[in-house]
């Protein structure tokens, strides 16, 4: 199994920055894509972005492109969203996941196995 414990989440003005972290324990060796989702109230789930542990390469979805990088450290087993220039559609509760998808990076929340237990984010 694979423990998710994120943070970092808070409010901040529209514009602002803030940037979450998602540490993870366990059987971090299975944990070969990991990715940010976030929910706002009343919304279906929504994948922000995704990385691979192996080659580093990433995705996002379009609405935070230019805006959210996301990045992990390896030896640290901690995954970042770093998120500039927010605005307040951007918020909602963030979750961090993790998993063995047959492809990745992805959004496809199905695939991914662990999740943590979310940081709110709102923007005002």
């Known amino acids: 199994h694979v423990q998710l414990v994120e943070s970092g989440g808070g409010s901040v003005q529209a514009g602002g920055s803030l940037r979450l972290s998602c540490a993870a324990s366990?059987?971090?060796?299975?944990?070969?894509?990991m990715a940010w989702f976030r929910q706002a109230p009343g919304k279906e789930r929504e994948g922000v972005a995704a990385?691979?542990?192996?080659?580093?390469?990433?995705f996002y979805t379009d609405s935070v492109k230019g805006r959210f990088t996301i990045s992990k450290d390896n030896a640290a087993n901690t995954l970042y969203l770093q998120m500039n220039a927010l605005k307040p559609e951007d918020t909602a509760m963030y979750y961090c996941?993790?998993?063995?998808?047959?492809?990745?990076?992805?959004?496809?929340?199905?695939?991914?196995?662990?999740w943590g237990q979310g940081t709110q984010v709102t923007v005002s």
């Open positions: 996941a993790t998993g063995r998808p047959p492809v990745c990076p992805t959004l496809r929340s199905a695939q991914f196995n662990y």
């Open positions: 366990g059987y971090t060796s299975g944990a070969t894509c």
């Open positions: 990385t691979a542990t192996a080659d580093r390469s990433t």
